[in-house]
């Protein structure tokens, strides 16, 4: 009778000591998941962070590209106004 106590309160430690093992491992794979979730959401920060600054970027070239176009057109234009103006003064002249 008492060998057989001491079996099962062995049996028992050994469960013990066994389901304490596996709940530190679902300790760990629950860190492990919850830095991997951590880690993606601060990833798909950083894509869109990312994805908004390079539409800014295009954003402002293509305002540049804008601003240029207007510009070469009212220099054209002006270039264009003062032109005929000289040779009516070289003839008046």
Known sequence: EVYR????VNRLMRQ?????????????????????????????????????????????????CQLIETLRFYLVTAQETIQPIKPTQQRSA
């Open 5 to 8: 106590e001491e079996q099962l």
């Open 16 to 64: 013990s000591l066994q389901e304490r093992r596996i709940a530190v491992q679902l300790m760990h794979a629950r860190h492990e998941k919850q830095v991997i979730m951590q880690n993606r959401f601060f990833r798909e920060k950083q894509y869109e962070e990312k994805r908004l600054q390079e539409f800014q970027d295009v954003l402002d070239k293509d305002a540049v």
